[in-house]
């Protein structure tokens, strides 16, 4: 028998999920159908509202659903102090440790020549104008600890050292190709604590 064309394109849907082989794209897309409707039509409304109102904050990247997101436009956070992290989880991360007041910086990717990921992708020029509009003394770099998220780090520090600025780097609490995303909250404060010059 073959399979209707729309429950084709909904595994095939599923499929672009990270980590998501045929296999489970297949029980998703049953699960969804037969056991859970309403969970289905609430994903199909959710992902269309998310498509729809969120973009990216104008000063740090991040997702919000207005130009600029609460943390950029909160008073309560010290202007002086920029971090830059890879993605949006890792700014949660870092919030959630409740190791830092400054504000943020979010590249959306790291440095990987082979995969076509320069400069221009991770935003630098961006992050060059946010760094010197002079409000800034020190900019933190938290990029993750493998060797993407380490030359990025060395590249950027250079850049913004070459531009006056106080660059330090998140200290080596986490594991070597440790990423953010996965270290609890305790070990990723002190690192911040222990940042140096980098
Ligand atoms: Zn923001």
Same mark, same amino acid.
């Not at 990921?117 to 493998?146: C, Q, S, W, Y």
């Given at each position: 028998?073959?399979?209707?064309?729309?429950?084709?394109? $909904?595994?095939?849907? =599923?499929?672009? +999920?990270? %980590?998501? #082989? @045929?296999?489970?794209?297949?029980?998703?897309?049953?699960?969804?159908?037969?056991?859970?409707?309403?969970?289905?039509?609430?994903?199909?409304?959710?992902?269309?509202?998310?498509?729809?109102?969120?973009?990216?904050?104008?000063?740090?990247?991040?997702?919000?659903?207005?130009?600029?997101?609460?943390?950029?436009?909160?008073?309560?956070?010290?202007?002086?102090?920029?971090?830059?992290?890879?993605?949006?989880?890792?700014?949660?991360?870092?919030?959630?440790?409740?190791?830092?007041?400054?504000?943020?910086?979010? $590249?959306?990717?790291? =440095?990987?020549? +082979?995969? %076509?990921? #320069? @400069?221009?992708?991770?935003?630098?020029?961006?992050?060059?104008?946010?760094?010197?509009?002079?409000?800034?003394?020190?900019?933190?770099?938290?990029?993750?600890?493998?060797?993407?998220?380490?030359?990025?780090?060395?590249?950027?520090?250079?850049?913004?050292?070459?531009?006056?600025?106080?660059?330090?780097?998140?200290?080596?609490?986490?594991?070597?190709?440790?990423?953010?995303?996965?270290?609890?909250?305790?070990?990723?404060?002190?690192?911040?604590?222990?940042?140096?010059?980098?």
């Amino acid at each position: 028998m073959k399979t209707p064309s729309s429950l084709e394109e $909904l595994i095939a849907a =599923l499929r672009r +999920l990270p %980590g998501v #082989g @045929p296999k489970s794209a297949q029980r998703m897309a049953y699960h969804l159908l037969q056991r859970d409707q309403a969970g289905a039509a609430r994903l199909a409304t959710a992902l269309g509202e998310a498509l729809s109102k969120i973009r990216q904050c104008e000063q740090c990247n991040s997702y919000a659903e207005t130009p600029v997101c609460e943390l950029c436009g909160s008073p309560r956070r010290d202007r002086s102090l920029l971090c830059v992290v890879e993605a949006p989880g890792d700014l949660l991360m870092m919030e959630q440790a409740q190791c830092y007041e400054g504000l943020y910086f979010v $590249l959306m990717g790291v =440095l990987s020549p +082979l995969d %076509g990921i #320069g @400069p221009r992708e991770i935003h630098m020029e961006r992050l060059l104008r946010r760094a010197t509009d002079g409000t800034v003394k020190e900019v933190i770099l938290a990029t993750n600890f493998t060797v993407e998220g380490e030359a990025t780090a060395h590249y950027l520090g250079e850049a913004l050292r070459a531009r006056g600025l106080s660059v330090s780097r998140i200290a080596r609490g986490l594991p070597v190709g440790g990423e953010l995303e996965h270290v609890d909250s305790g070990t990723l404060a002190q690192a911040v604590l222990e940042r140096r010059q980098a």
